[in-house]
């Protein structure tokens, strides 16, 4: 009983990633015994290769999902493995395939993220193969591709079994990390909220940590939204996806609050009263942590202790002198018991149900990210100004160069190593070439030193066993840790070369110059046909705007019961999709070279102006949504057709001349003003925020057109 109590906690102590690897690592060791036991250790190395690239696709998934991704995984790998055997005693018919591996693998990414495990499976492959000995024996190539084939297709049919097996515990898991998300979103604006001034460094860093968890939030809810809405006929998928839907509540309900926070000011005098909601707003994410931790260790969610929160949050309004019982006060108060109360109903979700009735199944389905694989995506790529066709020329360029070097070089006993190098190093972005470049050296140089100890204390007997762990830990980390997915597969690569050829030992001193070397030219290479992200920007904000004048539209209507809320909800997602992406250029162009970096505060300004307008749409939202009885129909519906159809036009407008030569000024709102003039005012400052956010996008055109004529 102590046993299974034991192995049932470290079960749960698993993340979605560990489970993942894990699973990866058991599907591995399944096909080695299999073919081992079939057809002798030369099969079992070519199958075991044939299951490793073909579990790259194999991700947290839903089921239908991994099936078809691994199977395509299997089948375009197998193809790669069986062209690099069959050209391997022709150098230049290789370093062409190389090349055209290199660019159909960069051209994959037309298809978004979805592609990113699948683009690097024939690249794995090739590597694979290159490490083989050189063969023209067509026997011999059939009889290692066959193995190949069959280890494909057998890890193909356990990741299909696994995958449903897990699925309960990814969407639980899932739903933690978005409420992790949430929780330090929370904190970042409360730490935000706390600083004395919005020009220091601590702000700008404050206020760039608190945009990256806006994006990572955005990435954790669509995780969540793939593995539980295709899941809606069981009863636990229908309480976790009511409870992410409350969170996504929450989160609207955090941004409109912000509004009101920004009428504290940055006077000395309300800094008590700013520090205070800043460890309040901690206090919420702690809550919101202590919940996903019940769902990582599936036990029942805590109960949410809102009464005594509720009590923090009055004595922070207190912490400065007067607040509380003026208007502003007030409203903070409300806007805190709001927020407490979405927190109530996202733990109530989990337990018993909020009370609110979810959409329908079809209408979840249109949240979930797109699948397959459509040529016109491919297709809209195949031009010059395609950062996707310029990276896949780099990467084609870069990887025939590794080939052609690594054959040249004194220590050319593994050319695969080189090339491997430059494949994983180089990205589509100069921040991420930097990042994977450090990351790379580091762990290999740790991978070394542990083969080494593992060498000189002879665990090296276990090399199968500990080939597999590494295989797994690699999968595992490669888009959490890449450090460590590096030192594991450094331990993999020295020793696959030490079981295939024993008298050779293990190459560690080659491993680290091919490292080394093959880092540098990936460095380098990210500068051959470059794209900047002052390029990219321009569209980017544009797309933004055209999200918010979408959503503006949508979302400015006088809410009618037989109206569906799918269009205002899809319009929703994609305002959020646009400025994650715009956030995330921003911080890719941080490292770029300062020629052709945009200016950061303009870009910063832009980010925090969406924001603003984004909070404001959803304060209006929740105005119509739960004060609807409250206001008069007949003078609310004409101000919003008539903000709406000119925020709209204002978002939309492509000429500077085109927006308003006077920007509204919204009135001071009285403490005895009904919720039509709340209302009426939220509209005015709607508009206000789409002019700000057309200025400051006009004024990032300028200075992208600046860059682009230095460059």
């Not at 500990?466 to 959490?480: E, S």
């Not at 057309?694 to 230095?710: D, F, K």
Request: charged letters at 15%; proline letters at 5%.
């Amino acid at each position: 009983m102590r046993a299974m109590s034991f192995l049932r906690r470290w079960s749960l102590a698993l993340p979605a990633h560990g489970i993942n690897g894990l699973s990866v690592v058991l599907g591995l060791g399944l096909v080695h015994l299999v073919c081992w036991a079939l057809g002798g250790s030369v099969a079992a190395v070519a199958a075991v290769s044939g299951a490793i690239f073909t579990s790259l696709p194999d991700t947290p998934l839903a089921p239908a999902r991994t099936r078809l991704r691994v199977a395509t995984g299997a089948l375009v790998g197998t193809l790669a493995s069986v062209l690099a055997l069959s050209l391997s005693t022709h150098p230049l018919a290789l370093a062409l395939l190389v090349a055209l591996i290199g660019g159909v693998s960069a051209m994959a990414m037309a298809w978004g993220a979805r592609a990113g495990p699948l683009s690097f499976v024939p690249i794995l492959a090739l590597v694979f193969s290159l490490a083989h000995p050189p063969t023209a024996d067509v026997r011999e190539i059939a009889h290692h591709a066959l193995w190949t084939l069959a280890g494909a297709t057998l890890y193909w049919a356990w990741a299909g079994w696994t995958s449903r097996r897990v699925q309960p515990r990814l969407r639980q898991l899932a739903v933690a990390s978005a409420f992790r998300a949430l929780g330090e979103l929370l904190r970042a604006r409360g730490q935000l909220l706390a600083l004395p001034a919005t020009d220091t460094p601590d702000a700008q860093t404050a206020l760039t940590h608190w945009i990256i968890h806006q994006a990572a939030l955005d990435e954790q809810i669509q995780a969540a939204r793939d593995l539980l809405f295709e899941a809606q006929h069981r009863p636990a998928a229908l309480r976790l996806s009511d409870a992410l839907l409350q969170a996504i509540e929450l989160r609207d309900a955090l941004m409109v609050s912000e509004l009101d926070l920004a009428g504290l000011g940055k006077e000395d005098t309300s800094q008590a009263t700013r520090v205070a909601l800043g460890e309040w707003l901690g206090s919420l994410g702690d809550a919101l942590a202590r919940q996903a931790l019940a769902l990582e260790r599936a036990e029942p969610p805590p109960p949410v202790e809102v009464e005594a929160l509720q009590a923090r949050l009055r004595y922070s309004l207190g912490q400065w002198e007067g607040l509380a019982p003026n208007r502003l006060g007030h409203i903070l108060l409300g806007r805190g018991e709001h927020l407490l109360k979405d927190l109530a109903r996202l733990r109530a979700a989990l337990v018993e149900g909020s009370g609110q009735t979810l959409p329908p199944r079809d209408e979840l389905l249109r949240f979930i990210s797109a699948e397959g694989w459509p040529l016109a995506s491919l297709a809209s790529q195949l031009h010059w100004h395609s950062p996707i066709l310029r990276h896949a020329v780099r990467s084609a360029l870069a990887l025939t160069a590794a080939y052609a070097l690594a054959l040249w070089l004194p220590w050319a006993s593994h050319p695969n190593w080189l090339v491997l190098s430059v494949a994983v190093v180089l990205r589509g972005n100069l921040e991420q070439t930097l990042s994977r470049r450090d990351a790379r050296i580091l762990g290999t140089l740790l991978g070394c030193l542990l083969v080494m100890v593992l060498a000189v204390t002879h665990v090296t007997a276990l090399s199968d066993v500990i080939f597999l762990l590494a295989a797994g830990t690699a999968h595992a980390f490669v888009n959490r840790r890449y450090m460590i997915t590096a030192t594991a597969a450094t331990i993999m690569a020295l020793l696959q070369a030490h079981l295939m050829a024993p008298e050779g030992g293990f190459g560690v001193t080659e491993r680290l110059l091919d490292t080394v070397l093959g880092a540098a030219l990936a460095w380098g290479a990210s500068y051959l046909f470059p794209w900047w992200e002052y390029r990219s920007i321009p569209m980017l904000a544009q797309r933004a705007r055209r999200a918010l004048a979408a959503l503006t539209e949508e979302g400015l209507r006088w809410p009618e019961v037989a109206r569906s809320e799918l269009p205002m909800r899809l319009a929703r997602r994609q305002a959020y999709d646009a400025i994650g992406a715009l956030a995330l250029a921003a911080r890719r162009t941080a490292v770029e070279p300062e020629a052709v970096r945009l200016p950061l505060r303009t870009l910063a300004g832009l980010l925090a102006q969406c924001h603003v307008l984004l909070a404001q749409l959803s304060g209006i939202r929740r105005l119509l949504s739960y004060r609807q009885a409250e206001l008069d129909r007949r003078q609310v519906e004409p101000a919003l057709q008539a903000h709406g159809a000119e925020i709209a036009r204002i978002l939309r407008s492509h000429l500077e001349e085109e927006l308003p030569q006077t920007w509204p000024a919204p009135p001071q709102a009285q403490p005895s003003a009904d919720f039509n003039q709340w209302l009426l005012r939220r509209l005015t400052l709607a508009e206000l925020a789409a002019c700000r956010v057309a200025h400051v996008n006009h004024e990032l055109a300028r200075a992208a057109r600046a860059v682009r004529r230095r460059a």
